[in-house]
């Protein structure tokens, strides 16, 4: 509980309370995904977003609360269907700042099927995937990122399966932006999450966010604090070799930036079609944007 | 033996009786007419019903269409026979399609001769075989009579004469050789029988007294749509020009099948050709007369009918000659008009 | 004849131009005034020599439903066509190639015309040939040779075939007329000997209006589009992909977009997203698609975010059959998802009502804020209609309940319990009207909530706010026809089998039975009253539908906890007319007072 309260006075300070809302998050103490709230937060703060103008879009898992605790507009939806939703509402309103959020669970096993597609049409929206490798909500079972040999109640001998590599997919499914964070690291998070959303296009924001309360094993905060990594400096991020290249670098696991390049975005391309049929394009508000 | 197919070509009188004989004596076998015709069997005689309003062919039928049906009769409309390959007893239609067969009677009857110097204005002609050829002169005849140059004058025409003038058109025939076709008449009885003609109303031209036709032409605007022109320059003007020159057999198809042939198909008097799986009936064919010794054409109703009836006798199993009991004379009555064995077909 | 109604059968194979020849010809039929009725038979191939049918029923009044028995036939395959010639009556018209370059496995067509039929042969292929130096316009020859046989107007074909091929150059168009001539000559050549005779048509005298020969997924789309369609999201399917190919075309002239997602989840998905944001949104999809979009559905329902979802029915269950016509998605329609999560359903029963649904679909949705499924099936997506449309569209733009502007900000209600169910809806970009909306039970706030209380009342009010869709602006919810009081039949339809009920309506009134028809385009809310009052009516209440089950009738039976008799069929052909009409007799006959003992 001191955790929290020392939060919500930093996020006092910081004029930030705006972007938030009065519900209290239904996470665990000590669950990384307070940082995330702060983050994004600040980086709705920081970039000058007016709240109305934000649209948070979750599926289902501990991370898909997420909307809860924002005062922006929201929608919690179905378990794996934020990026699809997401989709719409961008499509549907050029001006509104769209994020999806949910978890390792909702994006990569129930949802995989929408991530290249969302990717290659680099809608322009922001994905933040809160990975703790395992579904906390339903208490502990094994998930698409759990480790090989991870023990839990679906996988009381041992989990016969290799976990995915969200990073090694998202690259070659063409994002057109894909860093990593870590939970552990909230200034860094923050700083991130300002930058995933700062990208015009498709951006994936890969955030290793250890469960505190079902997985006592593996990604722990007390290993991961001690082995992440920056990635390298001189790391050319408009590389897709070296992206792939540092996504498979196995552990430590490098957190920053791993690839950004510009690309029209969906709207860009629905907006040629109009030109291309002799239609008028429709008046927009153009949301104010930071350089990235 | 039930599952033989019997074909007949033709659907005149004669294919037609040979059907319905074929089908009672053997209600198991396939039975399929072969004819060029649109239309199910109708007689060729009630077509001069057209002049009298008669429009509707459905009027003119014989046997409604479901009498096909009951009786498993196929009849293959608008199909017209390539050629026949009496080896393998298949016959190809000109459609590509083969159709086998155990027994052939080919009945397909005559089809209008026209002489060679005439055969470049066929278009101009107007033919009366069938019954769309019927429709079409009554189509072209002007309403409240019209006027008709016969060319020929054959006893087809002569009949068809006879109701044009009795519905109130005017007829002109350009009589020569083949005037009273298949009549025999000789040059001393000619010049009575013209005079007939006359009685009954037409008017006639002697083709020598004009030196023969020399051209048909189309009509000029506002005029008859027809001219004809002679040799020595005279003209006659027509709504319809039309050619009765006799007939003659249609066997074109019959070419490569090595039966016998002289003008028409060659049979015995029980109506089979030399191929022992194909026969001939009616107008199609030259029957052996005993009497006569040589092949002769029997014409008229009553003998086309009953060489279908034979032939189709002969083709189950039996085995009786044909005899021909139409009388052939032509005659002028009390009143000074033809009569014709040919004319009664009621 | 005193008025025309002749039908018109076209069958060959999938390269044959079948369809387009049908296309053409019911476009010139409309052109030169007729009312036409039409719907193709296609094959599930996607290419090759599969069986396809152009089916067209040409009438001075429009049709409701295609004849059993066509006047003329055309045939442009043999091995196809033949074992349609019995579909010909008597005294009609089989029209085919007089020299195929080789025949059927069944031999020539000529070996199948029935006595009572009259053949018209056409050497097709030749006449192609020589008019264009080829053979690819034969269809189009013998487009022509129809049309000369019958003396239709030239200039309507003409008008057509510059239409048609005018994309594929003036050449192209120039080389089809000439082949269409061509044909023509010949056909005008033919001595006709059938009876089918075309009188003169009636014109179009509705002033203000645009006469269009248009199917039932292009009346869709035409109904999207004057409803003012922004988003529309799909995944192809089989035989609602036109609708999406249509709008493809359309909407960016409009300055809408459209999105092929990557399946039916995706795509309703991002419809519910793009509704949530505001704007009018659907998405079109068959039986299987619409099983994959039921969770999404229900979230639809429970968030009350307007969508508009078309679904055109095919042959189930499973893939079933792809190419033919089912009625049997109306369960899935109405109680495919999970939980207690009512929407609207609404059948359209011809091409003009699939126009109606359409854009009435995208009011619904919004001034109810919820999902809206127009069920279509496949006989009417492909069905072409001659349909009259107004220059102005009859629809709504906006029909959002917008919060006031004192209600926003911190406590906004967003599932605000109000008189009616409907709550006003703040979208995204309104100041203060800040909200989420979740799959979760919720209480005003649209925060998680479980408690009993309000289950029920949100329950309740989810229910209780479709009912206004029983009494919405200008849309008929269920329509009686024929006899007005006590009727020996009432025939109890929906959806596109009313065509077929209507005229074997006509048919049994002509045989003096009384009789009288109810078609039933709201399916949910049910219009129990109107359907009610029918019934009482009616001694007997029949209820023909192309289901396995009578999905329909169970949802009568168990709505009004009264007795219908079913009469079902799975052909996957529409229902045949001589069906209804033969339980109708039977049904006549067995409430007569004599046949009562």
Redesign the interface.
Known sequence: MVYLEEKLKEVQDSGRLEYRSK?LPTWCPGCGYFAMVDGVAHALNALGI??????V?SG?GCSSRF??FL????????HG?AL??????????E??TVLAVGGDGDGFAIGC??L??VAK?NVDITYLLFDNGIYGLTKGQTSPTSAKGFKTPTSPYENPDQPLNPLLMMLSYGASWVGQSYAGQPDHLKEMIVKAMAHRGFSYLHILSPCVTFDKTHRTYGNLGMTVRPVPAGHDTTSQDAAMRLATGGDPPPIGVYYAVPRPT?GDS?DG??V???????RRRGTARAAE | MSERHHVIVGMGITGNEAAITLRRREPQSRITIVTLASLLFYNRYDLPQVFRGKHDWREFLVHPPAFYDDNRITVRRNSRVANVDPLNKVMTLEHKEDIPYDTLLVATGGRGWIPEELAEFRPLMQGFGSFEQAITVARALPEGGGRVVMLGGDMIGLDLARTLIDTGHRVTLVAGEQTFWPHQVSAERRPAFVAALETMGVEVVEQDSVGGVAQIAQGAKGLPARKVVFRDGSELMADVVMPFYGIQPAIDFMGRTGVDVERGLLVNPELRTTDAAIWAAGDVCQIWSQEENRYRFYYGWRNVRAMGEVAAGNMTGGNDAFVADQDEKLEIDAEGRLVSPFWEYA | MDATDIQILIVGSAGDGTIAAGNILRQALAEAGYKVISFDVYPPEIRGFGKCIARMRATIEQAYSLKQQSDVMLSLDDSHAIPHVAEVRDWGAVLYESKPVANAPQGHITGHIRPGQIPYGCAIREISEKATGANRSRNIVALGYLAGLYRLPREAFHAIIDRQFKKRGAEVASVNRKAFDEGYAAGAGAFKLDDVAFGPPKPNVVPGTVVEMINGNAAVVKGCLDAGIDCFFGYPITPATTIMERLATEMPRHGKRLVQTEDEISAISATIGAGFAGTRSATATSGPGLSLMQEMLGLGTMAEVPSVVFVSQRGGPSTGMPTKTEQSDLNSALFGGHGDAPRIVMAPTNVEGCYRCAGKAFEMAEAYQTPVIVLLDLYLSNRYETVAFGQKSPFEPDVNKRPRKQDLGAGYKRFALVEGGVSPRAVPGDAGGMHIVTGLEHNELGRPADSAEMHLAMCDKRLDKLKGALVHPDFTVAKRFGAMGKAAVGLLAWGSTFGECLEAMFQAEKEGIDCSAMKVVMLSPFPEEAVSAFMDDCAAVLVPELNHDGQFARLVQGTLGRKVVKLTRVPGVPMRVSDILGEIRRLAGRNLPQAAE
């Open positions: 519900a007016p709240k109305e103008n934000t649209v879009v289902i909307p809860f005062d922006t507009f929201g929608m919690h939806t179905l269907r699809p939703t997401a989709t719409g509402v961008k499509v549907a309103n001006d509104l099927g929408h290249p597609h049409r969906l629905l079609l109009v291309k049929a002799g239609g008028e394009l429709p």
